[in-house]
């Protein structure tokens, strides 16, 4: 996971740890090599669109072919939303993350299934493209 925002990785964490995974936490883009995210070997790279150094717009592409790309902001424009699907990324979800839901966005990200989702008009995630 590549996030800089403490609340987004408290929640982040602590589901995916209730849930049994592991999470491997860079602060920034500058730390998050591709060859530091390879010999994790991980299942999904969960990348926050904005980043202190870097946009994950700019990283997705020296990522996406360790593993799937989850973009996680909390820009409702549906710009963003369209950017990241034409740089690769698999799947979308909005911030603020909801912890009701986010183990089965997890499980469905995990089992291949795309999820396009946001949370920015309510406390229940949206799809974005049906």
């Known amino acids: 996971m590549i996030e800089d925002q403490p609340d987004t990785l408290l929640i982040i964490r602590s589901t995916l740890h209730q849930q049994g995974h592991h999470l491997h936490f ?3 883009g500058r730390v998050a090599t591709a060859q530091a995210i390879q ?12 980043l202190p150094d870097q ?3 700019d990283l997705v592409g020296s990522l996406r072919s360790i593993a799937p ?16 699907k034409t740089l690769g990324f698999f799947g979308f979800l909005g911030k ?9 966005q997890i499980s469905r990200l995990l089992a291949g299934e795309a999820v ?4 920015w008009t309510g406390d229940i995630p949206v799809p974005i493209f049906s």
């Not at 603020?96 to 089965?104: E, M």
């Not at 396009?116 to 949370?119: G, S």
């Open 39 to 50: 010999a994790l070997q991980p299942a999904l790279i969960l990348l926050d669109v904005q």
């Open 116 to 119: 396009w989702e946001h949370t």
């Open 26 to 28: 860079f602060p920034n």
């Open 69 to 84: 790309c989850i973009a996680l902001t909390g820009f409702s424009d549906m710009s963003i939303v369209e950017r990241a």
């Open 96 to 104: 603020p993350i909801r912890p009701a839901y986010f183990p089965q």
């Open 55 to 57: 946009s994950g717009f």
